[in-house]
C-alpha cells in the first residue's frame, strides 16, 4: 500500500529557504513519479514540482518557481526533496507532497493517477 510521510515546512523571512521531503513506501510500479502541489487561501491549488524516481533527470517545476526551487531524491531511499531558495512572500501556503504522478510528470493530467497526499507542510513566508 502506497504511503507517503511528508516534512518540512516553516516560517522564514523572504530570500530565505527552506526544504520538504517526502518519503514514499509501497511502491509497486515502475516509472513512479511524485511531487508537490500547494494552496494558497484565496487561491486554486498548484502544481508545483515533479520527478521521476528512476530517472532524476526527469523533473518538472512550475514556472514560479523555477530558478529558485528544486527537487530531487535520495538515493535509493525513496524520498523526494524540494529545496525552496530565495523564497517570497507568494510562496506562503500549505504544500502537499502527491504520488503517484504520470510518469511523463504531466501534472495536467495528475488527477487521474494520485492516490495519496502527504500530510501536508506549512510554508510562511513574511517579515
Known amino acids: 500500500q502506497l504511503q507517503l510521510v511528508e516534512s518540512g515546512g516553516g516560517s522564514v523571512q523572504p530570500g530565505g529557504s527552506l526544504r520538504l521531503s517526502c518519503a514514499a513506501s509501497?511502491?509497486?510500479?515502475?516509472?513512479?513519479?511524485i511531487g508537490w502541489f500547494r494552496h494558497a487561501p484565496g487561491k486554486e491549488r498548484e502544481a508545483v514540482s515533479c520527478l521521476r524516481f528512476d530517472d532524476a533527470s526527469r523533473t518538472r517545476l512550475a514556472d514560479s518557481v523555477k530558478g529558485r526551487f528544486t527537487i530531487s531524491s535520495g538515493d535509493a531511499n525513496n524520498t523526494a526533496y524540494l529545496q525552496m531558495d530565495n523564497l517570497k512572500p507568494e510562496d506562503s501556503a500549505l504544500y502537499y507532497c502527491a504520488a503517484p504522478f504520470p510518469p511523463t510528470c504531466n501534472w495536467e493530467v495528475a488527477y487521474r493517477y494520485i492516490e495519496v497526499w502527504g500530510q501536508g507542510a506549512l510554508v510562511t513566508v513574511s517579515f
Open positions: 509501497g511502491i509497486s510500479e515502475d516509472g513512479f513519479a
